[in-house]
């Protein structure tokens, strides 16, 4: 940690980035990175490529993070946050791969150890929770932006202290945050209490799509371009669906299958589709996502492949016969 301190005080100009499709650990991270150390002078580019998921948008300084790394060139430093595998990062990869110094913070057991320096903790809850305690030790001052996204990053990546990821550190660092002023009821009311309705026709098409495997242990929810194209939504209206398919009755394993609406058809058949896991803690999904060359937690993780559907949900049914 000393001498990622090190580094980021020695910088001037400081590109920040997490991984495509992010979370509320990811943005919320990212952002408080940013405005940590727009605080000591530093310039700051925050960056992610992917659309910002509707229930993020109310946090402080979202609209400070851009879709473009064309300024990333300039920058003497990158700090990739909350993020697995530097592929995740996306089409900024090349330019960041080039930077003088690459600063890998995360929490992610998978992690592949990428940069120059690394301050990984899998025992953290979240990537907020490692960002707490850096800036106790840098001597950041907490202001209630700050205190904003370091809740909101712990309090989606733990699930609402729902998951297996939760400690005792994760309640200590969000009382200390309500100490300092945030509302938990209004950030809880974005995140988990507005959709839109063509979220929610959205998730009736999820509903439906879900298949069991023949032992009842893994469920698997299938959104395709068309879907979105039907209800007027976009990839970032799916946050949270997944939780729907993990509740099914004897579920050890929910799958969510994502097609990219973006993606081109590579022949025929095979599609870009970006995968979900999730695990009632009794299967490691982190080890099944790394498979397939994606990472995550024990109960949570992902992946992106380039495969024919039917393929694809063939493969992930089978898996259900090691449960």
């Not at 992010?22 to 530093?42: Q, Y």
């Amino acid at each position: 940690m000393d001498r990622i301190i090190r580094h980021l005080k020695n910088s001037r100009r400081v590109l920040v980035a997490s991984h495509a499709h992010p979370d509320g650990d990811a943005l919320g991270s990212s952002i408080a990175m940013g405005i940590a150390l727009e605080s000591l002078n530093k310039s700051v580019t925050m960056y992610n490529e992917s659309p910002i998921p509707a229930v993020y948008r109310f946090l402080p300084s979202i609209g400070r993070i851009v879709r473009s790394a064309d300024s990333a060139a300039a920058c003497d430093t990158a700090v990739i946050l909350d993020c697995g595998d530097l592929n995740r990062i996306g089409a900024a990869l090349t330019t960041i791969e080039k930077m003088p110094l690459i600063i890998n913070i995360d929490h992610h057991i998978t992690n592949t150890g990428f940069g120059h320096c690394r301050l990984i903790d899998p025992h953290a809850c979240a990537t907020a929770e490692i960002l707490y305690r850096l800036f106790k030790k840098m001597k950041i001052s907490f202001n209630p932006d700050i205190a904003t996204l370091i809740y909101t990053g712990i309090l989606t990546d733990t699930g609402s202290f729902r998951f297996s990821n939760t400690n005792r550190a994760a309640f200590a660092i969000c009382e200390e945050m309500v100490d300092m002023g945030i509302d938990p009821y209004t950030i809880a009311k974005h995140v988990y209490g507005t959709y839109s309705l063509g979220r929610l026709k959205l998730l009736n098409l999820a509903l439906d799509s879900i298949e069991i495997s023949k032992n009842g242990k893994l469920s698997m929810m299938t959104l395709t371009k068309e879907m979105f194209a039907d209800t007027g939504t976009n990839p970032e209206d799916i946050d949270g669906m997944i939780t729907y398919a993990k509740r099914i009755e004897d579920v050890k394993v929910a799958v969510l299958i994502q097609e990219d609406v973006n993606g081109n058809q590579d022949s025929a058949r095979s599609m870009l589709y970006h995968v979900s896991l999730r695990s009632d803690g009794t299967v490691d999904v982190a080890k099944i996502a790394f498979e397939f060359g994606g990472g995550g937690h024990l109960s949570a993780a992902g992946f992106s492949i380039q495969s024919a559907l039917k393929e694809l949900k063939s493969r992930l049914l089978t898996l259900a016969e090691s449960f």
